[in-house]
């Protein structure tokens, strides 16, 4: 547990440097080593990257990247 505890805090620390180093990261949340970053298209407004459920140019234009990343099946 020790391990996951330090490993979390070190999640963190990049997770606050991902929001510092990009415009479209708005906040950034983790609990242990789960995180999330949230997609935003303006700093000012906050308006999400995607719609709730939905997709967008941005995202469809990452699907490529993703599929190369995915691990494989099974």
Known sequence: ?????????VMAG???DLAA???SVGAVRSIGLF???????NRQTREPMVPFNGTSPEMAALR???A???APPG
């Open 14 to 16: 990049l997770l606050a």
């Open 1 to 9: 547990m020790a391990r996951a505890r330090q490993m979390g805090e």
């Open 21 to 23: 180093r990009h415009v």
């Open 64 to 66: 490529p990247a993703r």
């Open 35 to 41: 995180g999330i970053a949230e997609l935003i298209r």
């Open 68 to 70: 190369d990343r995915a």
